[in-house]
């Protein structure tokens, strides 16, 4: 386990193992005053006289030794916690990067519950490991061992006795996780979903209110929180018997020592300060073991842990190549595209070409794969089949900052991070200054808003962008995607919130930023794409034909019944060449 953390730890490595010598040097001098006691009573039962000043001494090493058990320890536990923390934030920051870089499939079929519960809870119980388990751990392990060996230079028979509680608390521990194992999973993956309800009962709270459905998402939700509930209460219930034996058993080491110890006084094999510092020394076995075992039973929920972390961390990522943009021009390629989510394929061989400075419009049936080769032109996944080119040079063979740089997109979904509308609108181009990212609101439509706002564009977007209005927030993308000022812009649905009003100003803007750019452009309105220089008919995955509007109109039946059906009063036209 130790191993599979260690990686994160870097300079911090050293930290731990301060802690964990500190930790030994804290416990002997915890122990160390059992030693003092015993110099102080053992002359006492033999009826010799000691002094004053011999007393004294012994009860200012015991306040010395107290002294240096709390401050090594408090230093230890600084050392551990520095380590801890650090390596957390280590591990945070490598599971970020690597999310990054895996397609947003993997991300969305865990759910954002899961995601959550692995970045804080989970990798939070990686503390316990490197804070206390290691140092605390060894330090409580190392003093047992050095007392039974003690014990037996002392009296090697009490030190064989000293050994059986031991010997039976650890094996009340191992089949404690053993049965705790078993229950383990269970326990888990309920813990998960009770997360991701959780998560998806706070976001979906305003359709519940909507549709006066409290009562079947509650359902959903109660259901969760109870298996959960059992789970949990399964599983501790298989530990805790097991848990009773060693917690009874292992701090017994005194109480079997005493009548023992006592018969073989009586029978003239042992003195009675030898069994006084066999005694004092048991004392001090039983809760140090305790404790190590108390870290020793979090050990099967760790590796769990770590490992699903290691599993989410060693996703494959994105195929990604280490090349800059090197293509010859911006004309962007679809070379029999395969692609399914999951394993249902909804991209079924599509080709599409669409040359530099020219308009391709994508327009078909909800569900035909409009969005999915948008979202695959910005790499957000790995085709199963086929290329997509940029001026011949194939996506996957440049960096994703690479074509990140190329292309702008503006998605149908719509999120802004809980900063000011200037720091989100700052997204598409972090080194701009204020001026132009006012110039690219300004583009975008956004001032007439931002003039109702407390803060104008200093104002906060609110938790997912939620203080805005749909149009609003797609406003924002919009200028987002302005300043970015890409050689490619995507569009999808860029306008289907806005009121009409602000659709014609905004479709204005939209065909002033797009001048001699390559632009893929998603509309339900055909009036609004009608003008493109291509319009690309999808019908169930399939691009069944691509050609203009007059083309379409009268070449392809399919265009002609939505042509015919549209009934949109948007008026921007893209202007013809
Ligand atoms: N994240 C996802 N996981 C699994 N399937 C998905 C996902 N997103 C879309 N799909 C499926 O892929 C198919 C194409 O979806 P896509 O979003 O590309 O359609 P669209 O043409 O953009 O539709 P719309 O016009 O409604 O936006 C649909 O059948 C949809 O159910
Ligand atoms: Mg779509």
Redesign the pocket.
């Known amino acids: 386990m130790f191993k599979k953390v260690a990686p994160y730890m870097g300079e911090y490595k050293k930290y731990t193992v301060w802690a964990a010598i500190l930790m030994c040097i804290g416990i002997i001098a915890n122990v160390a005053p059992y030693f003092f006691l015993y110099q102080i009573i053992s002359p006492l039962t033999r009826g010799e006289h000691i002094d004053i000043k011999y007393i004294f001494i012994r009860v200012l090493l015991v306040a010395l030794c107290e002294m240096i058990f709390a401050f090594s320890y408090v230093q230890g536990l600084c050392f551990s916690h520095v380590s801890a923390y650090n390596t957390l934030k280590n591990i945070r920051i490598s599971l970020q990067r690597k999310l990054e870089k895996q397609p947003?499939?993997n991300i969305?079929n865990l759910g954002t519950g899961r995601i959550k519960k692995i970045f804080t809870d989970d990798i939070d119980m990686i503390e316990i490991l490197l804070a206390h388990a290691i140092p605390e751990g060894i330090a409580n392990i190392f003093i047992p061992v050095l007392i039974i060996i003690l014990m037996f230079i002392v009296d090697w028979r009490l030190g064989l006795l000293s050994l059986v509680p031991l010997f039976v608390g650890m094996l009340a521990m191992g089949m404690m996780m053993k049965a705790g194992m078993a229950k383990m999973n269970d326990y888990y993956e309920s813990a998960a979903r009770m997360n991701n309800t959780i998560v998806e009962y706070v976001n979906g709270m305003e359709v519940v209110k909507v549709f006066n459905k409290d009562g079947d998402s509650y359902k959903k939700f109660g259901e969760t929180v109870r298996a959960y509930r059992d789970f949990t209460i399964a599983w501790y219930k298989v530990c805790w018997p097991w848990m009773a034996v060693y917690s009874s058993v292992l701090p017994c080491l005194t109480l079997l020592i005493l009548p023992i110890g006592s018969s073989m006084i009586l029978s003239n094999a042992l003195t009675l300060d030898r069994l006084i510092l066999v005694m004092c020394m048991s004392f001090a076995v039983g809760p140090s073991v305790l404790k190590a075992l108390s870290f020793a039973g979090k050990f099967p929920q760790l590796n769990y842990k770590i490992d699903e972390l290691e599993k989410l961390m060693d996703n494959p990522p994105l195929k990604e190549g280490n090349s800059d943009f090197r293509g010859e021009n911006r004309d962007v390629v679809f070379e029999n595209i395969h692609f399914g989510?999951?394993d249902?394929e909804?991209i079924h061989g599509v080709n599409l070409t669409m040359k530099q400075g020219t308009t391709t419009a994508l327009v078909?049936?909800?569900?035909?794969?409009?969005?999915?080769?948008a979202?695959l032109l910005v790499h957000y996944y790995d085709l199963n089949e086929g290329k997509i080119k940029i001026g011949g040079q194939d996506i996957t063979d440049m960096t994703l900052e690479a074509l990140n740089n190329q292309v702008a997109f503006v998605s149908?979904e719509q999120f802004l991070f809980n900063t000011s509308l200037y720091e989100n609108i700052l997204i598409g181009k972090p080194d701009a200054t204020r001026e132009e990212v006012l110039k690219a609101a300004s583009r975008a439509q956004c001032d007439e808003f931002f003039g109702r706002l407390p803060e104008g564009i200093d104002t906060m977007a609110g938790d997912g962008g939620k203080q805005l209005s749909g149009g609003e927030r797609q406003r924002i993308s919009l200028a987002r995607a302005i300043l970015k000022d890409a050689p490619i812009i995507v569009l999808?649905?860029a306008t289907a919130f806005m009121d009409p009003e602000n659709e014609e100003k905004m479709n204005a803007a939209i065909d002033e930023i797009i001048k001699n750019k390559t632009v893929l452009v998603?509309a339900?309105r055909l009036s609004t794409v009608k003008n493109a220089d291509k319009i690309c008919v999808?019908k169930d995955?399939l691009c069944i034909a691509a050609d203009t509007h007059d083309n379409l109109l009268s070449a392809c039946e399919e265009y002609k019944k939505f042509w015919d059906a549209s009934v949109s009063a948007s008026t921007w036209k893209i202007k013809e060449a």
Not at 364 to 373: A, F, I, P, R, V
């Open positions: 947003l499939g969305q989510y999951e249902i909804v078909g049936e909800s569900g035909s794969g409009k969005s999915t080769l979202k149908q999808d649905e998603i339900h999808m995955g």
